[in-house]
């Protein structure tokens, strides 16, 4: 698709190098998911369990008390599903209780709660609506809040959290109409006026847009005389002079989203209002999620655990032949995968959320992880639940309501969690980012032997420090622990856990090998093989689940807290998650990527038009893509703060 005559035009490898420069190049403190990825399994980065400081439990416990009664008295989800908006008195109730504060720390007016109690706050406020989660989410995970408490200066602090932490809802706007997830293209602009800067532009997809009232927006700043350059982030005033909300979208799922669409004419933002220096907006992007993608798959927890309970609750009530339709199998065998999965999934956020809290470990890739993973499996386990209740999971909580069953809003359950697989990166995005990440020692080392571009003396260099790298590497990944009986015995208690960690160990190194080979096999192809870096990452998502679960399982033993149950789901997820494993071996090699290649092909040449004939094409007319030529608004503002 060309670009519109306003917006950059960019090649294929100019956005890779814009994309390599925002990430965060350097490891200073070890990973386990990094490590799991190289074939090394290190247990020890994570097991014994990491513990919460006991004031950062009795402070989280105590608000934790106070949102359940709030979500129990004052929401009405059936209202939001219904209006298709949150009303303003839960959002100033929310507000009141420091909800938009849990992050930021009490000397500006926060809760300061933990990454771990933060996600277990918005996993239940979730489970009453998600659309007040995402709210919650969007404005102290990606907007304002967290940039700011990385990057941002004092007097920023000092200005802006204070409002964050109990009145002003932020947003965070990168998104363009044609720009998603190759931000070299990125159309805004910042034009430097002095101690001003001067943002022209269309921003799509802004969460919280609607009611915000400071903005995270990322902007391409010209290179000129004083002035790097580059994609900048700013903070800016929502109800600035210029600032218009256009659209207010609607979506199949979150119905209560304040999405939109927001246009930037002409309006000056301070210079004291830029967050770190010119072009390093990409990387503030990229360092914010680190941790702020752990939000979403808490939520995928809660949604979890509500299908768990109405699964049990409903395939013990309904009856079919004679028995609860729980223990026909073909339905009891969706309620184990529910229960085993979320359990699962709880020991992959939460481990991972109190390393984000310890700051010991670097958990960029274990974040990446959870977010993928959560968002898959959420939905995996909201579809079940569909089919579990049959022709009553098709019909919405109101129809039941009006004939006198009770109001179950599965199907809308599995429209909210759908956009999980796109929000915050998609699916598709995640495996190229997290692949990307898990072969960066090789690409450390033998980068140079595969670009196009260095000479043939780097390419010498490269080959004599690879020689070493991998004379000393690849020895390693023959024979390990998980090849001795009685490795990891200590999780041999209710259940024996210790073979699964043991498989973990030996698939680790055989992922390992598998990435050597293909990288040895394609070499500059590499990036091309999106299909097979793919299975590669969810290869690895699987085995840091099932590493996950079981620590956790032993950790809940140790604290007295269901062990011997937690013991037995870590048993069962991990026998799922095995098949699922060799399965995704077996597709490495052998797979239709070639032959997929060939016929998207000729889809796109028009090879198989005959083959969409005989249907009506319900879509209207109109643009693929809307225009989003900078200029003045010619629609109403729609923007609707809340005080």
Known sequence: MSATPHQPTVTEREARQVAEAAREQDWRKPSFAKELFLGRFRLDLIH???????????RGEEFLAKLRDFCETKIDPARIEREAQIPDEVI????????????????????????????????????????????????????????LKLFGTQEQKDVFLPRCARTDISAFLLTEPDVGSDPARL???????????????????????????????????????????????????????GVTVENRNAFMGLRGLENGVTRFHQVRVPAANRIGPEGAGLKIALTTLNTGRLSLPAMCVGAG??????????????????????????????????????????????????????????????????????????????????????????????????????AVPAEQILRDLRINRIFEGSTEIMHLLIAREAVDAHLSVAGDLIDPDKSLSDKAKAGANAGVFYAKWLPKLVAGPGQL????????????????LRYVERNARKLARSTFYAMSRWQGRMETKQGFLGRIVDIGAELFAMSAACVRAEHLRLTGQHGREAYQLADAFCRQSRIRVDELFGRLWSNTDDLDRKVVKGVLAGTYEWLEQGVIDPSGEGPWIADATPGPSRKENVHRPIR
């Not at 000129?224 to 994609?231: A, F, M, P, V, W």
């Open 485 to 500: 009986p009685r490795s990891y015995g200590e999780f041999n208690r209710h259940v024996d856990l210790s073979p699964h």
């Open 48 to 58: 014994p369990h990491p513990m919460p400081a006991e004031d950062d439990v009795q």
């Open 92 to 147: 100033d109730g929310l507000k009141d209780l420091g909800a938009l504060g849990m992050k930021i720390d009490t000397k500006y007016g926060g809760l300061g709660l933990t990454q771990v109690y933060y996600n277990k706050a918005l996993a239940l406020v979730g489970s009453a609506n998600p659309a007040i989660g995402a709210l919650l989410s969007a404005h102290q995970s990606i907007g304002v809040p967290q940039p």
């Open 187 to 241: 159309a805004t602009t910042a034009v430097p006026d002095g101690d001003e800067y001067v943002l022209d532009g269309v921003k799509l997809w802004t969460t919280n847009g609607v009611v915000a009232d400071l903005l995270v927006v990322m902007a391409r700043v010209p290179k000129s005389e004083g002035h790097k350059g580059g994609i900048t982030a700013f903070v800016v005033e929502a109800g600035s002079e």
């Open 305 to 406: 655990k509500w299908c768990l309970k109405i699964a049990r609750e409903w395939s013990a009530a309904r009856e079919q032949w004679g028995k609860p339709v729980a223990f026909h199998e073909a339905v009891g065998s969706k309620i184990s995968f529910i229960a085993a999965t979320t359990f699962a999934l709880e020991a992959v956020v939460d481990l991972s959320s109190q390393m984000a809290d310890e700051n010991r470990n670097d958990i960029r890739i274990e974040a990446a992880l959870a977010k993928l993973y959560g968002s898959e499996m959420g939905c995996l386990m909201a579809d079940e639940l569909v089919q579990i209740r049959g022709g009553r999971g098709f019909e919405t909580a109101e129809s039941l309501a009006a004939r006198g069953e009770r």
